[in-house]
């Protein structure tokens, strides 16, 4: 484990039944003038008046036109309605793509578009518009990350905006929020959360120059590897018991809290190899952001393990995930594969309208994504990729 660490965090983040509750005493110091980015799902809840009830006295505009994966033209329009409120704090309440909306469009507020300027790392100028967010899936962490992912019709991959302008003013993560979920919702973005807790502990280590900037995903470090040990720890037993019992507040508050440090720990780190396969494979099929990512996950952990550090870490991660003493490589694996299996992600590439003359186009794409293979814990050569993509390809490990 390398000696030096850092963890990158909202100023303000809270956890726990009931949080939301303190969104007024949140938003006040920044100002009169909210933009309330809202995913649409919670127009027809209770969460939306409340919400609205929260911040009455101020000045508040409401947009929900929020697209799951977040096309990019559809970030304009609101960008627009940003700048003409005079907006002074964007609170974002919603999945993902709504929170990585909000952290985009305090962007477009703050600096103008388009946005592909910003396509990359610290590519941001300056300060954004404080967001405060609000969690309503357990699983991408954008809650406290300083990165935004969107779909670019004109790109065969999703792009990521990484910069630390845009780690979040606050983050009020309340498992309430996220017990509507449909199961489907439930274990895409779950096992996403998975995904960052493995990946952030298995990130290759760097050598930093403390005089030289810090970039924005630094690889694993010496903070952050307890944080990803204990969010697989509640992860692990609780994801599929949160997809078989949607209204066990238990397994939401564990799987939130699981979610939340995962976040916390790869905001820092960034992720790896079933990222960079995902965007491409996104791209192509349409198919949510943590299916991907899931099905990837053990045909990730079987190329990694070549290197002997990472199989050691790979053990530990079994042992957080099964809540045992100690555990192996394969049965971590083998674990995996039964998480996805309960909670309905598919075996293979083939199962998600993937062919297999497809994966070479993936491997280079892929390839292509430096700021995630160059965090791999092995060499990322265009044959390890594709070795990956094939198994994943016939749905064997
Ligand atoms: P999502 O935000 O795309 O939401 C999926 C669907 O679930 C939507 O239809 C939404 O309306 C609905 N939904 C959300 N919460 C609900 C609830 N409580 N009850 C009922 N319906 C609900 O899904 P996601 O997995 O949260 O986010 C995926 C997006 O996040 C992708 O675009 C992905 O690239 C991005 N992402 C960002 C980061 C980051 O750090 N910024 C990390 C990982 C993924």
Redesign the pocket.
Known sequence: MPESGTLRLPPRVHFGYGSRLLLPEIVAPHGKRVLAIV???LLSTPFHDELLDGLRGLDVRVHSDIT???PVDTLDAAGAIAREHGTDVIVAV???????AAKLVALLAAHGGPLRRYYGENLVPGPVLPVVALP??A????EV?P???VSDPEREL?VGISSPFLVPAAALVDPE??L???PR?TA??GI?ALVHAVESYTARAFDHDPAAPLPVFTGRNALTGPVSLLAARHLGPWLPVAVASPGDRQARAEVAKGALLA?IAF?STGTHLCHALQYPIGALTGT???LGTGLLLPYVLDAVRADGETAARIAELGAALQGTAVSTVDDTIARVVDINRAIGVPASLADIGVRREDLPRVADLALGVRRLVGIAPIEASRDALLHILESAYQGVV
Do not use: I, M, N, R
Request: charged share 15%; no cysteine.
């Open positions: 995913d649409p799902f799951p994966e977040l919603g999945g993902g793509s709504a929170l990585d309503t899936t699983g991408t962490g954008s990350t990165v935004a992912v999703k929020l996220t509507g979920g449909p919702v895409y973005s996403d976040g905001g949510p952001h943590g």
